[in-house]
């Protein structure tokens, strides 16, 4: 798609941050994507985890995407998508910003703060695509101490 | 104080922050600092709101200190200590990562997550230390608009 196209469904949202977390995959991070979206569809920022890329803890993937989007005056409009449940830091994000909608591509191989979202008035939506729930199992499988690391399990 | 010293009680850790804070303003930045020890006092990293300076959303002085500590396997024993409470963002930041402790030179001028915190374990100490209070206090009085940008709020 080019740029100013709109990104109407959830599918072709979570399209956006699934490239993202292969783009991360392909330069052997850990591939979590993440965007965000105006509520009308617009993309105002992509991002992928770039722990190991760039030796960066605080670069999440939605943490990432949210950089990426620039400097905003309000988020109660827009809507962040996720390849993977966004963990408590990401959560925290979330909830600070005001962002009105989070779509998640797999909440079954991790599950992050998502009900506590919900529990102040951020609408979640849950895809549980089988091609990311794949993507992110065998990543952890193969690299459970990166894995352990990026989400500060000892 | 050089790079082998311990910053061994609190106020010696507040001041690594306050420095970083004070920096943010020389900068003309959002002046809030913080900097992450080990439990003996030792400093891993440091840094300062970056909003203004990098057109950064993603750097609040927390995240920043986070990143400027590098990768680390294990954040039981660390202690993060911030000129200002923290909001959802560095909270849920805490959360994730299993940081031991916060300090926190000023909860008056904005109250953030930390009760959270300590619900969830987190040891939380807070200074109120006259300087950081009045630092923050006519920063928010003067830039209304930037301070809002920066917690999110419409």
Redesign the interface.
Known sequence: MSNGDLYETDAQKLEVATAEALLGAAEGGIPIGAALFTADGRLLGSGHNR?VQD?????HAE??A??N????????DTVMVTTLSP???????V????IGRVVIGDDLTFHG?QEWLAENGVEISVVNDPRLISLMSEFIELNPRLWN?D????
């Open positions: 722990r030796h960066d803890a605080a670069m943490t990432n949210f950089r989007a620039g400097r905003q005056q309000s988020y109660r963990c408590w830091y990401c959560s925290g994000l909830r600070q910003f005001g703060g690391e989400i500060g399990t000892d």
